[in-house]
């Protein structure tokens, strides 16, 4: 007897996957945990997922969607007064991101912290995904005419609220609002 497909089974293992490893870290969860979570069989998850590099991938290009949705609409909100105020609201969506009470850290960051010499698929995405956001803010600071040590100083504001350093929220969105009009030094 054959089986009938679970269509909502990809979904409920990612979803679970995507809990696991954002509050335990990947290298903590074991496939056994997603199993167990998701309520599946070890058939079902390695027929959709055939690795644990290739869930964790998928669970860094689900909060990758995720983030850029989420920039998207606060940049979206500073179109129509250009790209210092772009800039100052992707630092102020940052800065409301990290004070989630959910908020255990990037999901980036965090992977590369715990494979710091990985170069596996789930590396890549968190690579790209960084790579990718540090060019969106060179992007807006070369739209803005500024020089690009104004990049490297909003890229700080940025890693340093990801990295839980303490900087309060306010304080980063201000220093980015005289960052982008205040003459550089």
């Known amino acids: 007897m054959t089986r009938t497909e679970d269509p909502a089974g990809r979904e409920r293992i990612l ?9 335990h870290g990947v290298r903590a969860v074991g496939l056994a945990e997603v ?25 860094l290009r689900r909060v990758r969607a995720e983030r850029d949705r989420s920039t998207a609409r606060a940049l979206a909100a500073g179109t129509s007064t250009g790209a210092g105020e772009q800039l100052v609201a992707l630092v102020a969506e940052v800065a409301a991101w990290v004070q989630r009470a ?3 850290g ?12 990985g170069d596996d698929e789930p590396a890549a ?10 060019r969106q803010v060179d992007d807006l600071v070369a739209a803005l005419g500024r020089p690009e040590v104004v990049g490297d100083r909003i890229w700080l504001l940025v890693d340093a609220l990801y990295g839980g350093t303490g900087t309060p929220a306010q304080v980063a969105v201000d220093w980015a609002g005289e ?3 205040s003459p550089p030094k």
């Open 125 to 134: 995405v968190a690579r790209d995904y960084l790579r990718d956001t540090r």
């Open 15 to 23: 979803s679970a996957a995507t809990t696991l490893f954002y509050v």
């Open 35 to 59: 199993i167990a979570a998701a309520g599946c069989g070890k058939n079902m998850l390695y027929r959709h997922f055939p690795s644990k590099a290739a869930l964790a991938a998928a669970y």
């Open 179 to 181: 960052l982008v009009t």
């Open 106 to 117: 990037c999901a980036f960051r965090n992977y590369l912290t715990e494979f710091p010499a």
């Open 102 to 104: 959910d908020y255990r």
